[in-house]
């Protein structure tokens, strides 16, 4: 796009008007989209930080430097990107030709559509990028009074356990006292609440941050520290708040990749048919097409898996059911209800393993692989871990259980983020999972002065 | 609905990548001193010219978290179309190529990270508190480390030294003082310089006298040990020292005086007699370097596997080195089965001299010690106090 870059922008313009057009009559409804025309460093810079302005971390520049050196050598090149928001944000690269943008926009359209349509993005906040510019000014607010050090070392140790949100947690459903511990059941329950409520006034004092219990286990770790951490001050509280709200609005997009992607890819397919382009960038188009469905590798493509799941849908339910799968699917969901043995057989999937130095295949039965699929898929590479008691031995330490499914935790890793944890916590922390087999628990814990402890 | 906007300068501002980045790379330097003691005797960096980039391999700093076992259970995979149940369809490890000693990729679950850094950047890190213990004053030639601070700003000075901030400054003053609140209009009395001293810190002379063992029970290890002291000693002195001179001497059951170049290449045969470097030591010193006029460092490195008829000669002349140096260092090289001190060792440490320091080296990684034992800013006080 750098030659003739006023001409290649006013085509641009008018190819993207076309396009909205043609996505709209085919039933297209997505948000408002921005697009800004920007270098590599910056497209790679919004890469690596997954939205604009975005507060500062090393792990950041880690992401970063390897998407940048990825350019350099000329292994790697994003295409494109976009930010749900309203409007989207969407960055194309400058050194794209005019016919990879042009796919790119309607690529774009199709995530646009998809965010404004999909039922897990219906409570992200379309705000976000003024949002995060606010906490990375506050953040950098607190490295100017506390330290950079210091800021750091706690955003080490809570962007260690950011997976562990819960978007159905309120704010609220965790500051419990501990008499509400008690589940209603009888008709009667009203009599111990009288009793209750004298109590409650002699103990008034330790109303604040009460020690607690959950009522039911809690999946949302940092909800929790942030409300109940004994050693936590204000401002670190407002940090760990602050990874909270991000790692909700990135959540989505982690439920719902592969078809997010299947989505964008089967229509800016669809659109870049139906445009008027001249034959050579034709050729292009089906060349750049074709590269994005690619295998890669062993590695397992998104792009490829989610358009064909949606292509067969659509051959099967009809385009009115593609719609509708749109709004109400996840990864998961999509896996399980809609991919087939035929379709495991055309997209060559496969169950594999490491036998000594090897990687040997071992299984290609296909529900073997939807079921394994749906285990990676979705966030499902996650492990689940709940708060089982935020007052255990009744001295204020942080009892976790990992909810067993089978699979085993890296425990070397595990002991690493229980340390991460306690920074959080200040008291003893435990982790139940179990042993390598799953038939015993295995309880690990840490505090500094003892170190890491397991018992079986 | 869809706006199409271009920015082009906006971004040049846009350095936030940059900067944690370059945290980042800070964090990868305080993983690779943490692991200097390993990267210290790597046989690609002691066998590299110096000049080009080393790899050092460390491991990726980890963003822990709670995962599943990456090695546990099986995964989905992709392939092109007809892949069979039984095919390989890749191995651990590959892409690297083979090496001596356990490799990284053989390891699961572990990712490496190779750091880029030059010879130079890699000896700053190691060299960074090192120096040479118990220098005193001598008289004669100095010892210069200088380096040009910018210290005074003048109102007169060549155009390349312009500071352009305080003229800027001077400028604005001038006109606001005239009730004109801009810049421009600029003048010769506007105009500061900024200028230089040179800075020479007078230090003294110093001379290393590096002795090595080359006789023939001096193994390949051995050997390879005292070169990766010697080659990161003699990078040491020379980054930290503008004037320090070295004089190599090789030793089996007689010794001479080598240069450089076939002290680190040449290997001989032979039995072993210490006392004879010692003796072109003293000769040397008595020749070139007078101890009122020079700081003299004797080393040496052995096996320790000395004539024991020799020994007694050695002892004897040891003091007498001693009586004229500033520290005389030992170093035994001791690998596996033969981890009791040698004879050579004990007759030495009868001395009991302060200024005599002794390393015993068994395994590769004990070199970065070695190098902290005798340069280490712990030493240079212990010699004081005695």
């Not at chain 1, 689940?384 to 990992?402: A, F, K, Q, S, T």
């Not at chain 1, 340390?419 to 814990?445: F, H, K, Q």
């Not at chain 2, 990270?113 to 090192?130: N, Q």
Request: hydrophobic content about 35%.
């Amino acid at each position: 796009m750098r030659e003739g870059m006023p001409n290649a922008i006013a085509e641009l313009e008018r190819r993207i008007g076309e396009i909205w057009e043609v996505g709209e009559r085919l039933g297209l409804r997505p948000l408002p989209v921005h697009f800004e025309v920007v270098p590599a460093t910056v497209m790679y810079e919004i890469g690596a930080y997954g939205l604009p302005g975005r507060f500062s971390h090393w792990t950041h520049g880690k992401a970063y430097q390897v998407q940048k050196t990825l350019y350099d050598y000329g292994l790697s090149k994003i295409y494109e990107l976009v930010i749900n928001s309203d409007p989207c944000y969407a960055f194309l690269l400058e050194t794209n030709t005019l016919l990879q943008n042009t796919l790119v926009a309607a690529h774009v359209m199709a995530h646009a559509d998809f965010f404004a349509n999909n039922a897990y993005f219906a409570e992200t906040r379309r705000d976000m990028v003024d949002i995060a510019s606010l906490h990375a000014e506050r953040i950098e607010k607190y490295e100017f009074t506390h330290g950079k050090e210091e800021v750091e070392r706690l955003l080490d140790a809570v962007l260690s356990i950011q997976e562990h949100v819960d978007p159905a947690a309120s704010e609220t459903s965790t500051r419990r006292g501990p008499e509400q511990r008690r589940r209603s059941s009888t008709p009667y329950d009203d009599l111990w609440r009288l009793e209750e409520r004298g109590r409650r006034d002699e103990s008034g004092g330790e109303e604040r941050r009460p020690a607690t219990t959950p009522a039911e286990p809690i999946r949302d770790l940092l909800l929790f520290i942030h409300d109940h951490s004994p050693i936590l001050e204000d401002w670190e509280r407002d940090v760990v708040a602050i990874v909270r709200t991000e790692m909700l609005y990135f959540l989505p997009q982690i439920k719902t990749k592969v078809l997010n992607e299947g989505w964008a890819t089967l229509w800016h397919a669809r659109i870049m048919r139906s445009l008027d382009l001249p034959p050579e960038e034709l050729v292009e188009f089906a060349r750049l097409h074709a590269s994005v469905l690619q295998p890669a590798g062993r590695r397992l493509n998104p792009y490829a898996l989610g358009y064909e799941l949606l292509c067969d849908i659509e051959r099967r339910y009809g385009t009115e059911h593609l719609f509708l799968v749109r709004e109400v699917e996840s990864d998961v969901s999509l896996v399980r209800n809609y991919l087939t043995e035929e379709l495991v057989e055309r997209l060559d999937l496969y169950l594999y393993e490491r036998r000594g130095d090897e990687l040997v295949v071992v299984d290609k039965d296909w529900e073997a692989v939807r079921d394994r699929l749906a285990n990676e898929l979705g966030g499902n590479h996650i492990p689940v871990i709940v708060v089982e008691d935020g007052d255990y031995r009744g001295n204020r330490e942080l009892y976790l259980r990992h909810i067993w499914d089978g699979r085993k935790l890296d425990l070397p890793w595990a002991e690493k983020t229980l340390e991460n944890v306690y920074r959080l916590w200040g008291r003893r922390v435990w982790l139940e999972t179990r042993s390598d087999d799953g038939t015993d628990p295995l309880i690990l814990s840490y505090h500094p002065r003892e170190g890491h402890r397991q018992q079986r | 609905m869809f706006t199409l906007a271009i920015r082009r300068d906006d971004w040049s501002l846009h350095r936030k990548g940059a900067i944690d980045q370059a945290r980042h790379m800070e964090k990868v330097k305080e993983a690779i001193k943490r692991n200097l003691a390993d990267i210290v005797s790597e046989q690609s960096i002691i066998t590299s010219d110096g000049k080009r980039l080393v790899r050092v391999p460390i491991r990726v700093l980890e963003e822990y978290r709670f995962r599943f076992d990456p090695e546990a259970g099986r995964q989905v995979g992709q392939g092109s179309g007809g892949t069979n149940v039984g095919d390989v369809i890749g191995r651990v490890g590959s892409g690297r190529g083979p090496g001596v000693g356990p490799q990284a990729g053989d390891e699961p679950g572990i990712d490496y990270y190779e750091a880029e850094l030059t010879v130079d950047e890699l000896g700053e890190l190691i060299f960074e508190d090192l120096e040479l213990p118990n220098l005193e004053e001598k008289r004669l030639r100095e010892l210069e480390s200088e380096a040009v601070r910018f210290t005074d700003i003048r109102k007169h000075g060549p155009f390349a030294n312009l500071d352009k901030r305080r003229t800027l400054r001077e400028n604005l003053r001038r006109n606001a003082w005239r009730g004109r609140a801009r810049i421009g209009d600029f003048s010769n009395e506007d105009l500061r310089f900024k200028t230089w001293e040179r800075d020479i810190k007078r230090e003294s002379n110093a001379v290393v006298i590096a002795m090595m063992d080359v006789s023939g029970s001096m193994g390949t290890f051995e050997k390879y040990i005292s070169r990766a002291f010697y080659y990161w000693m003699v990078r040491f002195l020379r980054t930290k020292y503008d004037r320090v001179e070295i004089r190599f001497i090789a030793h089996h059951a007689e010794a001479k005086e080598v240069t450089e170049e076939e002290f680190f290449t040449r290997g001989e045969s032979g039995g072993t007699r210490a006392s004879t470097a010692y003796e072109l030591a003293l000769q040397l010193i008595r020749e070139y370097y007078p101890p009122d006029a020079w700081n003299i460092y004797p080393f040496h490195f052995s096996d320790g596997d000395n004539w024991p008829s020799d020994n007694e000669r050695c002892r004897e002349l040891a003091e007498e080195l001693l009586r004229c140096v500033n520290l005389f260092g030992y170093g035994e090289i001791r690998q596996g089965r033969y981890t009791y001190h040698s004879t050579l060792m004990h007759t030495l440490q009868r001395i009991g001299s302060p200024k005599l320091v002794t390393v015993t080296i068994s395994e590769k990684a004990d070199v970065y010690q070695a190098l902290r034992r005798f340069f280490g800013p712990e030493v240079g006080r212990e010699v004081a106090r005695a």
